[in-house]
């Protein structure tokens, strides 16, 4: 008999199978089917070639292996508690002249065991160096093994495979080896074990780190320029483990000398009521079992500050030698490109307040003639008013400032210069 669907035409009367994958422990069911039977029997045999079922009848005494269907379309059998041992190729055959075949793989997944981190101690010593090996065993086929400090994964860790006495499974192994920091203190180092039998469901081993280290210590001042009668707070930060407390504060390599006004409250030092002779060196101290450390803070109590602000203020200026010809400007430094892009009016000094008193004299005693011409600006500033530089000159009757830069005699030199003013 022949039978074609689609084109493909096939004799009819064969045995399907197919391959099945199951995790240890679990059951298989293997499935042999023949569309076109008449009437021919059927039967499963295992990888040593022993009859399981012939048609419904069983024929091996193995209380795992039972029938699940037999007709003359199907013969199924499930084999439940599968090991290691019954992995291999299963045979269906219809016993027809010849007889035909069909093979089935049956693949068992060994799964792995739980993963231990082994070479841990606690604590370490920031320094140290840290080992740590996570193993799992009874894997097929291998397990992936990843390691993960505080959920991010640390790449290009070496792992090693070893195969089990079993001979079927495998051992798999891998050393995290690293210096340990103090920032590593805390931290939680899990090996995460990834397998095919796991249903996504990794295996996770996580270990704590206790790393131990120096304290560091920092003082943070509650002012930035402390005055007679004014309180004080000094502040001791200080890091490590196991945590240094108390802190010791003292002054000038001694004890405190005012404890009235020197209250030492945790980490924290106020002085009130502060006094010129509270200046010094203030030194807070901490310890732990792994050592000490220690910073300096100096004091210098100020004079109760004047109410009134400075009278002159001096401005930042790119050289140093205009300051001495710009003892009365109040205005900072502008460049003559700022000038000629945002705003335009400023030359001719009639609007935007930075600009209205301007009539003032470029500064810069590079040249001498330069600064002659200056002497010369200034003379004429007092007499006339506002005035623009000489340097300027020719930019007056400019409709703009753009136009007034292109016009100004010289060069990038005279724009530089062009930057102060003053009344
Ligand atoms: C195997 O067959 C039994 C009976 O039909 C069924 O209950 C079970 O779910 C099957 N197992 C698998 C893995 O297909
Ligand atoms: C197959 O077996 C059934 C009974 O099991 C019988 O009725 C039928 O005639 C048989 N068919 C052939 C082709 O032998
Ligand atoms: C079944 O498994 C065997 C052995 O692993 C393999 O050679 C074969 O190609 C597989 N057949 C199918 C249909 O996957
Ligand atoms: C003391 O602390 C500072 C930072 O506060 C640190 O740089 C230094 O290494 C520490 N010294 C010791 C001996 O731990
Ligand atoms: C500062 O301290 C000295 C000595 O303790 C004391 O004589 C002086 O009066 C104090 N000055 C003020 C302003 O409190
Ligand atoms: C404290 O420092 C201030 C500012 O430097 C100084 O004027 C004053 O003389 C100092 N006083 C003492 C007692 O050192």
């Not at 003359?72 to 075949?101: A, N, R």
């Not at 900072?332 to 700022?338: D, G, K, R």
């Not at 935007?352 to 001498?368: K, Q, R, T």
Request: charged share 20%.
């Amino acid at each position: 008999l022949v039978f074609c669907s689609n084109n493909v035409c096939s004799q009819g009367q064969f045995p399907l199978t197919q391959n099945v994958t199951v995790v240890e422990g679990g059951t298989a069911n293997l499935t042999c089917r023949v569309d076109q039977n008449d009437n021919t029997s059927l039967q499963w045999s295992n990888p040593a070639q022993q009859t399981l079922y012939f048609d419904d009848k069983k024929a091996l005494r193995d209380n795992r292996i039972e029938l699940v269907r037999a007709s003359w379309h199907e013969l199924s059998i499930s084999v439940s508690d599968v090991s290691l041992s019954d992995e291999g190729q299963y045979t269906c055959s219809l016993f027809t002249m010849p007889v035909k075949t069909s093979k089935a793989f049956l693949t068992v997944l060994g799964v792995p065991e739980k993963p231990q981190i082994s070479g841990f101690t606690s604590p370490v010593m920031e320094g140290e160096r840290m080992q740590l090996t996570c193993k799992t065993s009874g894997s097929k086929p291998a397990a992936d093994i990843r390691w993960f400090k505080n959920d991010k994964e640390i790449k290009d860790v070496k792992y090693l495979k070893e195969e089990d006495a079993n001979r079927r499974t495998f051992t798999v192994s891998s050393t995290l080896d690293f210096r340990a920091d103090r920032s590593d203190d805390g931290v939680v180092v899990s090996c995460r074990v990834d397998h095919e039998s796991l249903n996504s469901t990794p295996q996770i081993a996580r270990q704590v780190l206790e790393i131990h280290y120096t304290p560091s210590v920092k003082i943070i001042s509650s002012s930035s320029w402390p005055e007679e009668g004014q309180s004080i707070v000094l502040t001791c930060e200080s890091k490590g483990k196991p945590l240094p407390e108390p802190v010791l504060w003292t002054k000038d390599g001694g004890e405190l000398p005012d404890p009235e006004r020197m209250v030492v409250n945790g980490r924290d030092l106020r002085i009130s009521f502060l006094n010129k002779t509270d200046n010094g060196t203030y030194r807070c101290e901490a310890t732990n079992p792994i050592g000490q450390n220690s910073t300096e803070y100096v004091l210098i109590v100020h004079d109760v500050s004047n109410t009134l602000l400075p009278t002159t203020v001096i401005p930042s200026l790119t050289t140093a030698t205009v300051t001495t010809t710009v003892a009365l400007t109040t205005s900072t430094a502008t460049s003559a490109t700022a000038f000629s892009t945002r705003d335009p009016n400023a030359l001719a000094g009639q609007t935007g307040p930075d600009h209205a008193l301007i009539g003032g004299i470029v500064a810069v005693v590079v040249f001498v003639t330069l600064c002659s011409i200056i002497l010369l600006g200034r003379y004429l500033a007092r007499h006339k008013g506002t005035y623009l530089t000489n340097e300027a000159k020719g930019a007056e009757d400019a409709p703009d400032a753009d136009t007034a830069i292109i016009n100004a005699e010289g060069s990038q030199v005279n724009a530089e210069e062009k930057k102060e003013y003053f009344i």
